[in-house]
């Protein structure tokens, strides 16, 4: 019994051990280079720090609380002359006085806007526009990620099958050179003949090693791109959908795009900013509020040492005249408004033009692939035909190497146009503006633009949101 429980053991574990290891697919390297892309990492501190800027426009609306605590010690030499002896009736003489003086303050005070005609309102407006606006960069960081990612698992893929046939072209060609020498050894061709099958045999080697370096350069790119290099990769997946005609796509990218949304916060965040050059040339009213005390020894001995004031009062203030500074600041802020609409206008020009392009060569490729389809048969039934005339001795080896040569440059040329057009339809989904880890249902967890400002968008001051922001932090840098 023993001894076939340990059969049966070594029997499951050397099945383990003989199965083949999961082929990497394409969602498995969009899942790493999300994961692992320092560019996301990056974007994501800048896009904290955005949050931080509305953290800081909240707090102007709040008062401010201040303390001052001074202390200080002086010290005097006094020197003289002075009567002595009773009442002063004695002879003058020399006198010497130290005196040493103590004095500490204390001030609390709280200052508050209480009208600035919506300076800090528009200030917080201002901020969280800046937020929505980074937000959508973030989106457009992350579909560079992911087209990275797809472009460097189709090169490794293309690379591998050009490699392949490139492979294959080297067995062929030497099979025709031993077939060209024995014919030589039996007087069917020349000398010629077989120095062209070994030039070719040497061509064909040449352009295997190219190969095999652009597969090198392929693996060092998705090491880039996924943070590994690849495995096994598995085939590639069905390619998702992109609309059926240009148009439509072009209508998607001008309403989702990210590029497109970060430029129209943009524009929202320059209005405001014309609002705001407005409310700086008015007055401002504040309420302060104050409470001093102070406390003095002199020599040793207490004196008004306790001394406790309080003050109230109102502040009205207002720039008359700055040199014109508040009017430059005014025609400014109009100046970049105007530039902020005109760059949201030019950004849907490129956005469309972009998707047209891309749609455009999608076209191009499914036509090259349709033509290389065809070019293959032909290459495939004329280098059969050379072949047989040449083993009757109606063609020559090179025309024999010339034929095979056709083959593979069709063949290469189907593989090149299925990834090119392969590649296109996620380039045609970036310029759309729906290249996300959501919109391809990875289904990984993603960075929650909206956690860490929810958190800090009142300012928190306390230990536990201060526990809460350490938690996000730390959940942004996994």
Not at 55 to 62: D, P
Not at 305 to 326: C, F, K, M, P
Not at 422 to 443: K, P, R, S
């Amino acid at each position: 019994m023993r001894n076939w429980l340990k059969v049966m053991t070594i029997s499951m574990a050397a099945a383990v051990v003989a199965l083949p290891a999961r082929a990497e697919t394409l969602a498995d390297a969009l899942i790493a280079a999300y994961r692992n892309s320092n560019l996301m990492q990056q974007n994501q501190a800048v896009l904290r720090a955005a949050d931080e800027d509305a953290a800081i426009a909240m707090s102007a609306l709040r008062p401010v609380v201040a303390y001052a605590v001074r202390a200080g010690s002086s010290y005097s030499h006094t020197e003289g002359f002075g009567a002595s002896g009773f009442l002063g009736t004695g002879p003058v003489v020399p006198t010497s006085s130290w005196s040493k003086n103590f004095n500490a303050t204390f001030e609390l005070s709280v200052s508050l806007t209480l009208m600035d005609f919506g300076r800090r309102a528009i200030a917080l407006e201002i901020a969280r526009e800046n937020v929505m606006a980074t937000r959508q960069a973030l989106v457009s960081v992350e579909q560079d990620v992911l087209l990275a990612a797809v472009r460097a698992y189709v090169q490794v893929r293309l690379q591998l099958e050009i490699v392949a046939l490139r492979q294959s072209n080297v067995r062929l060609i030497t099979q025709e050179l031993r077939a060209a020498q024995d014919r030589f050894e039996v007087g069917e061709i020349t000398r010629t003949d077989v120095s062209i099958a070994e030039a070719a045999l040497a061509a064909s080697r040449a352009n295997l090693a190219a190969a095999e370096g652009d597969l090198k350069v392929a693996r060092e790119t998705y090491k880039a791109a996924t943070g590994a290099y690849p495995g096994t990769l598995a085939p590639l997946p069905k390619s998702p959908a992109i609309g059926k005609s240009m148009e439509e796509a072009r209508r998607v990218a001008v309403s989702t795009h990210p590029t497109i949304r970060q430029s129209q916060h943009t524009v929202k965040a320059s209005d405001l900013n014309v609002s705001l050059a407005e409310a700086a040339m008015k007055p401002v009213l504040g309420l302060s509020a104050g409470i001093t005390g102070s406390r003095t020894e002199a020599d040793g001995l207490l004196r008004d040492s306790d001394t406790l004031g309080g003050s109230v009062g109102l502040n009205l203030s207002q720039t008359i005249y700055a040199g014109g500074e508040y009017s430059a600041r005014y025609r400014k802020a109009v100046a970049q408004k105007e530039g902020a609409r005109a760059g949201l206008h030019q950004t849907v020009v490129v956005i469309e033009q972009n998707v047209g392009t891309l749609w455009a060569m999608f076209e191009v490729y499914n036509a090259s692939i349709e033509a290389s389809r065809q070019q293959i048969v032909a290459a495939q039934a004329a280098f059969d035909g050379v072949r047989e005339e040449a083993a009757l001795g109606a063609r020559t080896t090179l025309d024999v190497l010339d034929a095979e040569q056709d083959l593979l440059n069709a063949r290469a040329s189907r593989l090149e146009s299925e990834a090119n057009r392969y590649y296109a339809v996620y380039q045609i989904l970036a310029g759309m503006g729906l290249l996300t880890v959501e919109h391809l249902n990875l289904g990984i967890p993603t960075y929650d633009p909206a956690a860490y400002y929810n958190a800090v968008r009142n300012a928190p001051t306390t230990s536990v949101q201060g526990k809460k922001l350490d938690r996000i932090l730390k959940r942004g840098n996994n």
